[in-house]
Each structure stands twice: as C-alpha cells, then as structure tokens.
C-alpha cells in the first residue's frame, strides 16, 4: 500500500488528528479522499457552496442547518482538520477508550454528541434554544403536515415540559437533562466510520 | 391469602366435576369410537343412547344430555380451568416475584394432571400437536407479529436472521451429532437411534420457543435491543425448526441408504422455499388486510375481525402450502399493524389491540398448563439418564457456544456491538417450550421405536429451560447488571429530536459520502410514504402520521384523561374554569383543530364529505377539545353553560345510552341524532330568544337549509348555497359578538372569518352547550362524539383572524351580495341569553 502511505503524508497534522478524534489512519485516508471530492477548486478548504453541491443534502430538511455546523461562527471556511473533527462526533462511542480515561474529551462522548445536537437548534449560538429557534427546526422537520398553529402549540409545549428554569427557553442543562434516557450513542453513531 | 385457597378450593371441586365428567365421557367412548364410523350424526344418535335408552313412556321435563355437548363443554370448563390457575398466580405478587408465571403455570398442570390421572388412571387431556398447532400457537403468534415493535425488529433483522438461521442449524446438527457420538461411545447403553434420528430429534430440539420466550422476557424488562433480538429469532427460527423437521422427517422416512447429494440439495432449496414462501404468504395478507380496512368504515362493528380471521387465514393457507405457517402470521401482523391502526376507527384499533391480548395471553395460559399436564402420563416416562442428561447439557452448552460464536461475527459489524453479559443472557434465554413438544409428539412410533424417550426428553428440557432458567433469570439479570428497559415517558423534545438525529445522520452519510443504512432508511421511507401509504391508508388517515405529531397528540390525550379524573375526584371539573391556565390550552385549542383545517378545506369542494371527514377525524381529539374549552371560558359563562345544557342535551343523551344495538357503539355517531339534538338546541333557543322578542326567522331558515342540504350534498351549487347562508351568518354574528353555534355542520371555514374577541359570550353558550358531556361521559364515550367537535370550532373561530384575504373578500362579497340586511336582526337575536331555558325535550324519536 505505497499510495496510502503516500497519501498520508498529504494529510497534514495526521497524527495528531488521529489523536484528537480515535478515528484510524484509514479513515482519515477516506476522509482526506471524500474531502478533496468536495473541494472541488482545491482551495484546501471547504465553502458552504460546496456543501451544498452534496445531492442529498438538499433534500434533507435540516440540511442547511447540518452544513451551518460545520462553520465556526463567523468564517466560512472549513479546513480539512475541522471536518474532520464535526465528523468525528458521529463515531461510536469507543469504550475501550474512554475507560481509560483519556484526559481530553474526545468528541464520540456523549457529551458531545449531544452539545452538537443541542447546536443543530440552537441557531445563533446563544447556548439557549429558544421558542422561535425550536419553531424552526420543527417547521423544517414536520413541513407541510402540520399547520403554523400546531407548530406553534408543539413548540410551546415542547419548551414546556423540559423547561425547569422557567426562562421559556431550552438551556444545554435541561437540554441533556431530557435525553437523559436517550440512547444516544446509537442513535447519532453512523457505522461507516469503524 | 384466604381469597387464594377459596379459589384453589374452588378449582379442585372444578377439577373433580371434570374428571367425573371425562369419566363419564371415557366410558362412554369406547362404545361411541366403535359405533361411529365418521357420520355427522354420531353425537346426536350415542348422546341418547347413553341416557334415556328405551322407548320413551311419557314426556321428559329434563333430559340429561351430557353427549351432546360434552366435548364442548369439556373445552369451555378447560379454558376456565387454566385461566382461573392464572388468577391464582397473578393474585400472589410474592411469589411471581420470584417464579415466573410461566413455570407456576407449568406446576399447576402437574397438579391438575396428578388429579385426572388418580381419577382416570390414565392421562385423558394432552397437548395434541393438532389442538395446539392450529387452535392455540396461531393468535399468539399473530399477536406477536401485530405488537411487534417494527423499528426495532427491522434495524436488528441482520442479526435476527442469522441468529434464526445459522443459531438453529448449529444447535440442531450439533445436538444430533454429539448424541450421536455419545451414542457411538456407549454412554446411553442400548438404544434404537440412527444418526439420522438423532438428527431429527436434534432439529425439533433446536427452536427457541416464542411462547415461552415471551412469557419469561415480558418479567425481567431486559432492554429492547436484547429482547427484539432473542423474541425476534424466536419466531424466525420456527421456519427454520419446521423446515429441518420436515427434511429430516422425510430423511428418516427414507432411510440411510436412499440419501444422496440431490435429497440433500433438495433439502437446503425446501429450506428456502418454505421460509421465503411462508413469510410471501404472510405478506399478501398483509396486504390484503391493510386494503380491507380501508374500506370497512361501514362495517365499523366488525371490523376488527378481519384481522384475526385474516391473520388466522394467513396461517392455514401457509400451512395448506406446507409452507411456515409461523413466519407467515408473524409477517402478516408485522405488515399490516402500521395500515390497519391508521385505517381502523379508534374504536377498532383499541378492540384489536386488547382482543388480540385476551386471545394470545389465554392460550398462552392453556398452552403451559397442558405442558404440565401432559407430563402426568406413565406412557411417555421412558426413561433413560444418558440421554436425557446428555440433552439438556448438550442443549444448554450449544446454545452457548452458537450465540457466542455467532455474535463474535456479528459484532463486527454492529454499531453498538452486543456486550458480553447480554450474550450471557441470550444464551440462557434459549428456552426451548411447546413447539418442540409439538413436533416431538408429532413423531411417527413406527418409524421412531423411542418416541416416548425423545417426548420425555424433550418435556424435561422444557422443564428445565422454562422452570429453572426462567426461575434463575431474572436474578441472573440482577446480577449481571443487564441494561434493562427504561420506562420512558414521552416527551416531545425528545421525538423532535430523535428525528433530528435520523436527518442528521442522513446528512453526515451525503457529506462523508457513504451509503450506509440511514441513507437507505431514508429511501425506503419516502418510497413506502409516497406508495405504499398511498395504496394501502385511506386517504383521510395518511395526512396524521407525522411522529412527533402523534406524540403531541397523545400527550394531549393523557393531559385530557388526567383532567377528567382530577375532575371526578374534586366533584367536578369546576376547577378548570377557575385556573388561568386559559392562555396555552386555549392555543393549543387551536392547533388541534386546525390540524382539520387543510382537510376540511379540500373537502369544501364535495359538500357532504366534508361532514363525514370531520366526523372521522375529529373524534380523537375532541377530548382535548372539552378541556380546552373548559379553559378558555370564564365562570361566568361556564355558569351560563352550565345551566343551559343542564335543560337542554343530558337526558336525550343518556337515554339513548341504554339502547341496545349490534352494530353501533356511539350514538352520537349517526347523523340524524346530531341532527335531532341540534335542531332540538335550536329550537330552545330560538324559544328562548323568543321570550327576549326578537324575529328569529332567519336563523331558523338557514338552519334548516344546512340540515336539508348538508347531508344530500348533491349538487354543488346546493352546497355552495349553504356556505354562503352560512357565512354571512356567521360575519353577522361575529359581528354582533354572538353566533358560534350555529356552525355545526360547518365548523371550519366560516369560521375562521370571524374576528377575534367576539361572540365571547356566545362561545360560552355554545361550547358548554355541547362539551359539558364531558363532565358526564367519560373520556373514552365522549372522545367519539361528534357534536363536541362540531362546537369546537367556535372558540377558535374567535381567536383566529381571517387568514386570507381572499376569504376575506370573497365572504365580504357574499355578505353584501346576499343577507347584509339580515345581520341586523341576528345580532338582536343573539343578544339575549336565555334565562330561562324551556322544559328539556323529550329523547329523539329518531332513533
């Protein structure tokens, strides 16, 4: 496997990639490939543009949100290190790894899965999901099914039942706090990355 | 305690009644067995020879005619039996505590067959294969198929299969083999077993059993990946049993010397044929049933009967096919739950759902307590320790070594791969139960000189796996720590989320650019909206099935219930009135009604659809609606209502409670009725508005043209017609702050176009007029009935401006162009509130 080697070697800061987020040198390696697939210039980097040109994501109602995600407020740019690391949130929770107590957080925890969820909502990042950020997300999601006015009851009710501190709005705490229960590891893990 | 032995006593005096009466019947069978040569008539002629055997002298007052009727009855008070043996066990906690359900009801048979047997010296009730694989396997069976948690089963069919599939051939083969082998080396002394026997008895060893794996699993709550997976292969691994029963079956049948390499190759295509054949069959009944519901709105009564005539038709013609009669029904309930709980009226679903329990969880009694029964019968007890132990240890290791084995590959490729302490517990889940008795008794003695020894096996590995490892389960469970299932309360956050999280995932496949299964879940869920739904709902129930929707609704429904019975326990459901609580009920009010809007809207078109889908849907939630109704009204009006509705609609109401009829539930169901009460409030207020003196005439008219046209619907122009009538009534009299009542056949566009803020008072009037029912029926009665919903809209009509424009104008127009004048006299009509409201009317004739 001469290429792969080769390869690597394009990849920069490798190692300290495979460090930060558990992912293999192979997987970086098709990581690298589909991130020169996207970056279809070969800036070295990634515009929302070029997100955008990824077929399914259209279709997909949350789609724009998932690609907003992957930008750092403010910039526009994602490097190839970034990329890496937002995907990096949707491996598997790897036990091994975090029993060992790993001194920094790698982003497959828990925790950290969640804090990206918790961002999908949270639109203008005020660490808060608020009535009319919740509303959004609901009204992409659920569409053309169901009227303004149920949105806007499910959305109420939604903040509701979660909401402890009474500020109408969803902080990252009550956030976690009501998907305690959830699986989440199974449920934001993607299997292609093991 | 005492209540206990009442019932145990009672249970024995049951038992001897029984045993003296299959005596009686013992006796006399003989005799019937040798007179009866197959014609219809038999019961009939021996049933008199048996009492009253001479020329009758004079006229008997009472006969006694045990033989007509004894076989039935003997099934009835069997049933009873079992199902009272089941009372005594639930009613003891301490002690399911600790045995499951399953194993008591097993001992219970001992002691129920200990009885027969010291009344008869002879074991006259056994589990035949016949009675259990046709009468009692098939609902359990389907119930499982329709209560099958879909998602789960198909994310974990991959695992399920190969379980089912390669789990069941390994422990067959290695069953057969290493008895053989034990065979071989001189361990069970001197038997009469051939390889291929061994193989045979090996294959109808080798099925988890479904029904003893339900029964065990339901108590431990282990979590839902680890259970899908044991009772998912349960059920799929009966194609594969019965399959390999038949091959071998056939085998032995054949003998050694006749197999060769095309009988083997045969065998892997049956293999096949019989698993994919069974669960086609299954399929298009699936299909078939999910297209009869869409038409059974008429039948309403009925309906829920389809279902299991279907589903125990799928099962016999699979079986008719020699095709898996199992893989059949469990495919059948598991395609056609999501169609049919969306065709069906609520009503049916709730039906379905608990009548498929009554049915599954009875035989599910009579099927473990036959078990133990069964084992009371000198005839069977051959017994030979080699074998026997050898089995239930070769059973037990291999099932072991195959999910080990199996789960070491399959972890590969798992997401979240299955831990070691949930193997443990897979493994010893492996309870082997009564299909394997079935087969087992099913064996040909003249082909198989030890069929007694292999039934008496295979009893106490059934035995041993329900009793001892459903005993030692559950703290096994405790013991390992095994993730158990976390009741989880429904939260909408949390849906709302967890769709997020499948949209996310289907993004982060595009933008990494893999197709993983996300992005097919994906695929297939838009193919089976855009056809499959389409084919297979009828159209009023496809636009209802977003999930977080439903989540909400139900949410609604339970805060519905609680109200209710927060209202029974204070007295009355007063205290909604007096918390201010009005503002978010009041919206979500508003929500759930407009979910009809779009529908209704389309419906405009065809006048007398509109009524009927209205009708159709609405009923959930109109419970939602009384309470938020309630909210919304200040006591005062509430008093208003209150009293008003006292006069006017409980006692029709109630007594049409008490008829009786075959085929119609709710009353309130049938037009005439709402129509009768309607017209009857009508007539009571313009009574009332009378007394205030005020021309009442118009608002009778156009009353009377709704009830006229509505229900014909002819023509459009007709209906057009009532539409205008009925919105410039409406702009009249939101104009004149009154009106909302008289919307009932139109709740929903004319609506919309009055202003907010008006008619307060009547809303009040109104919305009390009809949802106070609430306050007499239950939620369940009242969630059917159609006037609620129909007032329902009233109150949103205040609160939502005119949306469009275009409505605007064009009601605008209408009004000009047709009754501006009238408006006038109708806010003068309404004004007054009766104060006193005349005598209550008489019930509906109508009916």
């Not at chain 2, 198909?154 to 695992?159: M, P, Q, S, V």
């Not at chain 2, 057969?176 to 080396?185: D, F, I, P, R, Y």
């Not at chain 2, 702009?731 to 004149?736: A, D, Q, V």
Request: with cysteine; net charge neutral.
């Amino acid at each position: 496997m001469g290429s792969s080697s080769s390869s690597r070697n394009k990849i920069p800061n490798a190692q300290e990639l495979m460090d930060q987020t558990g992912f293999s040198s192979a997987h970086l390696l098709r990581l690298y490939d589909r991130f020169e697939c996207l970056d279809r210039d070969n800036k070295g980097y990634l515009s929302p543009d070029d997100f955008e040109a990824v077929g399914g994501l259209a279709m997909n109602p949350i789609g724009g949100r998932i690609i907003d995600a992957f930008f750092s407020s403010g910039q526009d740019t994602v490097d190839f290190s970034s990329f890496v690391w937002i995907l990096a949130h949707f491996r598997p929770t790897d036990r091994n790894r975090n029993k060992e107590g790993t001194q920094q957080e790698l982003p497959d925890s828990r925790t950290r899965k969640l804090k990206f969820a918790f961002q999908l909502y949270d639109l203008d990042r005020d660490g808060k999901i608020s009535r009319e950020e919740l509303l959004q997300v609901l009204r992409a999601m659920l569409g053309l099914q169901v009227t303004e006015e149920q949105l806007q009851s499910i959305a109420e009710r939604a903040i509701q039942e979660v909401d402890l501190d009474k500020d109408d709005a969803i902080s990252f705490d009550e956030f976690k706090k009501s998907l305690e229960k959830v699986d989440i590891d199974t449920k934001m893990s993607i299997g292609f990355l093991k | 305690m005492a209540t206990c032995w009442g019932f145990t006593l009672f249970l024995c005096m049951l038992l001897m009644a029984c045993g003296g009466l299959s005596l009686a019947s013992e006796e006399a069978e003989p005799r019937n067995s040798q007179t009866d040569t197959g014609t219809g008539s038999s019961s009939n002629t021996t049933g008199e020879g048996g009492h009253g055997a001479g020329p009758i002298t004079t006229l008997p007052i009472v006969t006694w005619k045990w033989h007509h009727i004894s076989t039935q009855y003997l099934v009835a008070l069997w049933i009873l039996v079992a199902w009272l043996c089941k009372l005594i066990i639930e009613s003891n906690h301490h002690v399911t505590n600790v045995i499951p359900e399953s194993a008591l009801l097993i001992c219970f048979g001992f002691v129920l067959g200990g009885m027969i047997w010291g009344a008869d010296k002879v074991q006259t009730f056994t589990l035949t294969p016949t009675v259990f694989f046709y009468f009692l396997l098939p609902q359990v069976i389907l119930d499982a198929g329709y209560h099958m948690p879909n998602k789960l089963f198909f994310t974990n069919l991959g695992a399920i299969l190969v379980y089912a599939v390669i789990g069941t051939c390994w422990n067959a083969a290695s069953l057969g083999l290493s008895l053989w082998g034990c065979h071989m080396g001189g361990l069970m002394g001197d038997l009469d077993i051939s390889l291929l026997q061994y193989l045979l008895f090996g294959s109808l060893m080798a099925a988890v059993d479904p029904v003893a794996v339900i029964a065990v699993f339901e108590q431990v709550h282990v979590n839902d990946v680890l259970f899908i997976i044991v009772f998912g292969e349960s059920l799929l691994n009966d194609g594969v049993t019965v399959v390999l029963f038949n091959v071998f079956d056939a085998f032995v049948s054949l003998g050694g010397s006749q197999i060769d390499a095309t009988e083997i190759v045969k065998g892997i295509v049956s293999f096949f044929v019989v698993a994919f054949g069974g669960s086609l069959v299954g399929i298009a009944f699936g299909l078939l049933i999910s297209l009869l519901t869409r038409c059974t709105k008429n039948i309403q009564i009925i309906e829920p009967g389809f279902i299991f005539v279907m589903g125990y038709l799928s099962y016999l013609t699979a079986e008719m096919l020699s095709l898996s009669a199992i893989l059949s029904t469990v495919f059948c309930g598991v395609l056609c739950q999501k169609y049919v709980r969306a065709n069906m009226h609520e009503h049916s679903v709730q039906t379905v759902k608990y009548a498929m329990k009554v049915f599954a969880n009875g035989s599910e009694t009579i099927i473990f307590v036959f078990l133990g029964i069964s084992a009371i019968d000198k005839v069977i007890w051959v017994w030979n320790t080699g074998f026997i132990l050898l089995t239930v240890f070769f059973v037990f290791v291999y099932r072991f070594i195959g999910v080990f084995f199996l789960t070491w590959i399959l972890n590969r490729y798992r997401l979240v791969p299955l831990e070691f302490i949930d193997q443990v517990i897979m493994s010893y889940g492996g309870l082997r139960g009564a299909v394997a008795y079935g087969l087992a008794v099913m064996l040909d003695e003249n082909k198989i000189k030890e069929k007694n020894l292999m039934v008496c096996t295979t009893l106490i590995v059934v035995y041993f796996t329900v009793i001892w490892q459903g005993m030692t389960m559950k703290p096994l469970v405790t013991w390992l720590k095994v993730k158990r299932a976390e009741v989880n309360e429904l939260t909408l956050l949390e849906k709302m989320t967890n769709k997020m999280f499948n949209h996310t995932l289907v993004a982060i496949e595009d933008i990494s650019g893999q197709i993983g299964h996300n992005y097919l879940r994906s695929k297939w869920k838009y193919f089976e909206e855009k056809w499959i739904s389409w084919i297979l709902m009828k159209p009023s129930a496809r636009k209802k099935q977003d999930e977080v929707f439903n989540v909400f609704h139900q949410l609604n429904l339970k805060d519905a219930m609680e109200y209710v019975a927060e209202g029974e326990r204070r007295g009355s459901l007063e205290f909604i009135r007096k918390e201010s609580v009005a503002i978010d009920f009041r919206k979500k009010f508003e929500s759930e009604y407009s979910e009809d809007m779009p529908d209704m809207r389309a419906n405009m078109s065809n006048g007398h659809r509109a009524t009927s889908t209205t009708r159709e849907r609405i009923p959930s939630v109109s419970v939602e609606m009384h309470k938020h109704t309630m909210k919304a009204m200040t006591e005062a009006e509430a008093v208003n209502a209150h009293h008003l509705l006292d006069q006017h609609l409980y006692k029709s109401r109630k007594q049409h409670r008490h008829r009786f009829s075959r085929s119609k539930f709710i009353i309130n169901k049938d037009e005439k009725e709402v129509q009768e009460i309607f017209q009857r409030t009508m007539k009571n207020r313009m009574e009332s508005a009378k007394m205030g003196s005020s021309p009442k005439t118009i608002v009778k008219h156009t009353k009377k043209e709704h009830q006229r046209k509505m229900p014909k619907g002819k023509s459009i122009s007709q209906t057009k017609l009532c539409y205008s009538c009925d919105e410039v009534i409406f702009i009249g009299f939101s104009e004149g702050d009154s009106a909302s009542g008289y919307d009932l056949p139109y709740p929903s566009f004319p609506m919309r176009d009055s202003r907010p803020g008006g008619g307060i008072e009547n809303s009040a009037f109104v919305s009390d007029l009809y949802p106070t029912d609430s306050l007499q029926t239950p939620p369940w009665l009242a969630e059917g009935e159609l006037d609620s919903s129909m007032v329902a809209p009233s109150l949103r009509a205040q609160a939502s401006p005119p949306t469009s424009p275009i409505e605007m104008r064009h009601l605008g127009l209408l009004r000009i162009s047709t009754r501006s004048t009238d408006t006038k006299q109708m806010n003068n009509d309404q004004l007054p509130l009766p104060p006193t409201p005349p005598p209550p009317p008489p019930p509906s004739s109508h009916m």
